[in-house]
């Protein structure tokens, strides 16, 4: 129910993540994922990506070596950036995938979230962001 002195949204335009490696992680949204670039500023530098749907901006860390990991119990922000796939089928086929690739780190595999019906995985991407993939059946 929208209150009378709210403002109207649009949901989320897009999330800006700062990565560590910018090229790898450009790498698993494309070449993974099927995302495409859909611009860049190299000065800063960053890459824009979307999959037609969602929208990410990835700016790389000025000094990588020197950046402090997120800790997702300790740390104010992102928890995890959370994806749909399309079927229990996809997700399975996602994980296959996922589990040959070096710098990837799988937290969990394809599992019940909660009592279900949905189910979900977690992993992290070459820059240590959490990503959690997910199917929620209609």
Do not use: C
Not at 53 to 69: G, I, Y
Not at 83 to 103: A, C, H, Q, R, T
């Amino acid at each position: 129910m929208k209150q009378s002195n709210s403002v109207e949204t649009l949901g989320i335009d897009h999330v800006g993540l700062t990565v560590s490696h910018l090229d790898e992680t450009v790498e698993f949204f494309t070449n993974t994922l099927g995302w495409n670039v859909i611009g860049e500023l190299p000065e800063y530098p960053a890459k824009f990506i979307s999959n037609g749907q969602t929208k990410l901006t990835l700016w790389a860390a000025e000094n990588s070596f020197e950046a402090v990991k997120f800790d997702r119990k300790n740390n104010i922000g992102l928890h995890h950036l959370a994806i749909g796939v399309p079927s229990f089928d996809e997700l399975d086929k996602l994980y296959d995938k996922l589990k040959k690739l070096s710098n990837i780190d799988i937290e969990f595999a394809p599992e019940l979230s909660g009592k279900g019906p949905h189910k979900h995985m977690m992993i992290r991407e070459p820059s240590g962001i959490r990503i959690e993939f997910v199917h929620r059946p209609a």
